[in-house]
């Protein structure tokens, strides 16, 4: 399994839910084009800074590539918010209790 992080800062906090909805909008009827091979979505924000990550799961790093690719055409939403980073990690380990 792999991973690719995307950190968002800046964002005004009044703006979260807006943010929710619109990500939740656009994962309606399953991963948008480029991102078929998406196998999970983690979307987190903290209210009181207006920090949030986006977590994008796959199966292989060959998906996770094309996947990275597709994200970073997409047009961002109007927002205050900016992304400030990006990270791909294989996950070693993923417990649930």
Same mark, same amino acid.
């Given at each position: 399994?792999?991973?690719?992080?995307?950190r968002?800062?800046g964002?005004?906090?009044? #703006?979260?839910?807006q943010?929710?909805a619109?990500?939740?909008?656009l994962m309606?009827g399953g991963?948008?084009?480029?991102? #078929?091979a998406?196998?999970?979505?983690?979307m987190?924000?903290?209210?009181e800074?207006?920090? &949030?990550? &986006? /977590?994008? =799961? =796959?199966?292989?790093? #060959?998906d /996770? !590539?094309?996947?990275?690719?597709?994200?970073?055409?997409?047009?961002?939403?109007?927002?205050?918010?900016? !992304?400030?980073?990006?990270?791909m990690?294989e996950?070693a380990?993923?417990q649930?209790?």
């Amino acid at each position: 399994m792999y991973v690719r992080i995307a950190r968002f800062e800046g964002g005004d906090p009044a #703006e979260a839910d807006q943010a929710v909805a619109r990500v939740s909008e656009l994962m309606q009827g399953g991963p948008p084009q480029g991102l #078929e091979a998406a196998k999970r979505f983690l979307m987190l924000i903290d209210r009181e800074s207006g920090r &949030g990550v &986006g /977590m994008t =799961f =796959f199966d292989n790093e #060959e998906d /996770m !590539r094309r996947g990275d690719e597709a994200l970073n055409a997409m047009t961002p939403a109007e927002s205050s918010s900016r !992304r400030t980073s990006v990270e791909m990690y294989e996950v070693a380990i993923d417990q649930q209790f």
